[in-house]
């Protein structure tokens, strides 16, 4: 059974730093492109960015570009989404998921809340 | 960025009944390998999203029969021949031809 685990979700200031992690089991982590995809609360899914195979590509939606990087350690099957200068607007909860164009697999999402 | 338009924002769909959902994007999906990325998710309330359909048509293991999708080029369409009450929820079209990605407004089904 395919698994994904979020976690490192927390309250933090606007202006502040925060890592996320995605601990996939249940297929070979290597052979898959993943991804971030966030949901403001009462709103609609946002792609956040996403990671090639062997972590070599990424690509960011343009209001995350220059303040989040994602990574990868495919030898403990582990996807990051590190977000810096955060945002209240950056306030969601964010999904890691298999694939960089058929979503596949889906975690149930860590909440992120930026406030002062 | 390619705008993807969903409708309608909200349906009230009779138990037993069919339901459709369009979703027209602002420019073509097809990608240049050929495929084209438009991907149907449902999500139930504090629950994650969950995929029913990539490429426009191609069910994902484990979704009921019931589902199906069609379309090309910009306009797509998802279809449930007979609702059911576990299909009541938010339901999303996702464009993946193009970065960014982007996903429709949402659709509340809700059945009666």
């Known amino acids: 059974e395919v698994q994904l685990v979020e976690s490192g979700g927390a309250l933090v200031q606007p202006g502040g730093s925060l890592t996320l992690s995605c601990e996939v089991s249940g297929l070979t982590f290597s052979n898959y492109w993943m991804s971030w995809v966030r949901q403001r609360p009462g709103k609609a899914l946002e792609w956040v960015a996403t990671i090639k195979k062997d972590g070599s590509d990424k690509y960011f939606a343009d209001s995350m570009k220059g303040r989040f990087t994602i990574s990868r350690d495919n030898a403990k099957n582990l996807l990051y989404l590190q977000m810096n200068r955060l945002r209240v607007a950056d306030t969601a909860v964010y999904y890691c998921?298999?694939?960089?164009?058929?979503?596949?697999?889906w975690g149930q999402g860590t909440l992120v809340t930026v406030s002062s | 960025d390619v705008v993807v338009t969903q409708a309608p924002l909200s349906s009230l769909v009779i138990l037993g009944q069919p339901a459709s959902i369009s979703c027209r994007s602002s420019?073509?999906?097809?990608?240049?390998?050929?495929?084209?990325?438009l991907s149907w998710f449902h999500q139930r309330p504090g629950q994650p999203p969950r995929l029913l359909v990539s490429q426009i048509s191609n069910r994902f293991s484990g979704v009921p029969e019931r589902f199906s999708g069609s379309g090309a080029g910009t306009y797509f369409t998802l279809r449930i021949s007979r609702v059911e009450a576990e299909d009541a929820g938010f339901y999303y079209c996702m464009q993946a031809t193009h970065f960014p990605r982007t996903f429709g407004q949402g659709t509340k089904l809700q059945i009666k």
């Open positions: 998921a298999t694939g960089g164009w058929n979503l596949e697999n």
């Open positions: 420019q073509s999906l097809v990608h240049s390998d050929g495929n084209t990325y």
